[in-house]
């Protein structure tokens, strides 16, 4: 079992920046593929980012690419999300997610989520 809390969300404005954090514990956190993924209302939940277990690679959805940044400690284990240039088109529950196999955009293939955090980006 691994065990996800996230923190770091909250309201910011149009252009502002906030950094996500997600504290792991339980199995090796060194094992997994890490992905933050996204739901607004009304809609599906949607990949953000993700890092690979060996931080070798990362991988973005194109409306993100050159904003965000996904890392990791391995010492904190935890991983992080530094949003910046925020829109309000990026409101919504961000959810950290932990995966064993290497299919970081499918939601399915993430084994372990976190309750999710609340961010909102007013105009």
């Known amino acids: 079992q691994v065990q996800l809390v996230e923190s770091g969300g909250g309201l910011v404005q149009a252009g502002g920046s906030l950094r996500l954090s997600c504290a792991a514990s339980?199995?090796?956190?060194?094992?997994?593929?890490m992905g933050w993924f996204r739901q607004a209302p009304g809609k599906e939940r949607e990949f953000v980012a993700a890092?690979?277990?060996?931080?070798?690679?990362?991988y973005y959805t194109d409306s993100v690419k050159g904003r965000f940044d996904i890392s990791r400690d391995y010492i904190k284990n935890v991983a992080y999300l530094q949003m910046n240039s925020l829109k309000p088109e990026d409101t919504a529950v961000y959810y950290c997610?932990?995966?064993?196999?290497?299919?970081?955009?499918?939601?399915?293939?993430?084994?372990?989520w976190g309750q999710g955090t609340q961010v909102t980006v007013s105009s």
């Open positions: 339980g199995r090796t956190f060194s094992a997994y593929n």
């Open positions: 997610a932990a995966a064993f196999r290497d299919d970081y955009v499918n939601h399915r293939a993430y084994d372990y």
């Open positions: 890092i690979t277990r060996s931080r070798s690679m990362t």
